[in-house]
């Protein structure tokens, strides 16, 4: 039973589409997030969420937009898609003890923008 | 912005080896974890180690807090260690906890 899932794992699509990517775990944990990993494989963070409320908003384009139906979902939902947005999409998770603890991480959701 | 420097970038051994790979990071933290990102891309972690040192089979890793360095060991290298190892640390930050990735060390065990 997989502790965060992503879907899709591949998504392929045309500049200028608007394209979601899907993310739910089922660890009970309060906090999640969506980090970018580019083609150098440098991983930084986008956003995170602490019960559905946005806590860390790093200087992403106002394309992207992450919802948080509830604190098992946080979904990424991307607007008029660029070349340049092409990567792989991670979401994890984690329950803070203390302010910050193990993150758990999805197996990534890769982008490629045609 | 706090800074984090992995070394070495890259790294080739041979099976059974054994290698330390180093993790500077340019301000206090609160939290710092080793991944291993699998040739498939799989994000693993490792350890939550902001400070001590911690074993887990055949890799340990010792953070120094105060000279702001942790250390990951990886005894008798085996195939399937390969990947990316990225340190990561996590501070406080107006609102809530920020994670740092450093730029990994990509490590291949050869046969």
């Known amino acids: 039973d997989t502790a965060v899932s992503q879907t899709p794992k591949y998504l392929v699509t045309q500049m200028g589409n608007d394209k979601s990517i899907k993310c739910e775990q089922n660890?009970?944990?309060?906090?999640m997030y969506w980090y970018k990993q580019d083609s150098k494989k440098f991983l930084k963070i986008m956003f995170s969420?602490?019960?559905?409320?946005?806590?860390i908003n790093e200087t992403v384009p106002n394309r992207f937009s992450p919802k948080s139906p509830d604190k098992a979902h946080l979904n990424l939902h991307i607007n008029s898609l660029e070349l340049g947005d092409s990567a792989v999409y991670f979401c994890?998770?984690?329950?803070?003890?203390?302010?910050?603890?193990?993150?758990?991480f999805g197996a990534g959701t890769r982008l490629s923008v045609l | 912005g706090i800074q984090v420097e992995q070394s070495p970038p890259d790294l080739i051994l041979q099976e059974g080896a054994n290698s330390t790979l180093r993790c500077n990071f340019s301000?206090?933290?609160?939290?710092l974890q080793w991944f291993h990102q699998n040739p498939w891309g799989q994000l693993i972690n490792l350890f939550y180690?902001?400070?001590g040192t911690k074993q887990n089979g055949r890799l340990s890793a010792t953070t120094v807090a105060t000279e702001r360095y942790s250390l990951l060991y990886i005894s008798s290298s085996q195939t399937t260690d390969s990947g990316v190892y990225f340190c990561?640390?996590?501070?406080?930050?107006?609102?809530?906890?920020?994670?740092?990735f450093g730029a990994g060390t990509r490590l291949f065990v050869k046969a």
């Open positions: 994890a998770s984690s329950q803070p003890r203390r302010g910050a603890s193990i993150q758990y």
């Open positions: 660890l009970g944990h309060d906090t």
């Open positions: 969420y602490n019960n559905k409320e946005l806590i």
């Open positions: 301000d206090s933290v609160n939290n």
């Open positions: 180690i902001p400070s």
């Open positions: 990561a640390v996590e501070r406080k930050n107006t609102g809530g906890f920020k994670t740092i």
